[in-house]
């Protein structure tokens, strides 16, 4: 079992660090060293999903109305919620920092995800109700699809069906870096695929995912 602990950034303990900056110049500085943070606390901990208060989401099956089948599921399809600053930071949260005693403000927390998402870093759970969260591109979504595919052509997968159950956890993609990888991520990889013909994705009757087809 890896024991090992993420190593935060010395800059995590200066307090100013979690105070949004006036100077604009020192704000953008500031914003680069949170994505980083962010990014790479999730690919050291295999975070896919943050809560908006900063806590990790399970692995999305809660999002889905079933896991097995690869059903995309109705993720709380409610109107956008404007209110998107209706949340507490947790002391467990990577935007709380209990050892200086400082945590971040909701509305410095959002413009981080914000910035991350205009740079491909992050994207929206649902985009109707940011309230589920964010989901994290440690690798981006283009890359994630190289990944994918390069497991598929070294395993000899090519022009077979597989269900998002297989690729998430499936006994022949258990050692890769996309095994246990959250649904919603899975399903905007595989767009970035079919969008690209190297995938054909198989719908049931009710618009729910049944397969994906490797090869277009």
Known sequence: MDTSKFELPAIYNFPPFFTRQPNLQTYETQLDHW????LDYCKFYKIWALSLNGLPLATGDSITNGDGDGDEGD?????????????EISKNSLFQNNKINRSLKNDFVLEIYK?????GESGWINDKNHKLGVLIYWHSLEEW???IMDWIVNTGQEGAVLTLYELRKGELSESQEFSGMNLQLLLNVMDVLSKEGRVRILKDEDGSVAGVKFGG
């Open 115 to 119: 910035k991350m998402i205009d740079n």
């Open 145 to 147: 699809a190289n990944i």
């Open 75 to 87: 993720a709380d399809d409610d109107d956008a919620d404007d209110d998107d600053e209706d949340f």
């Open 35 to 38: 994505r980083k943070l962010i």
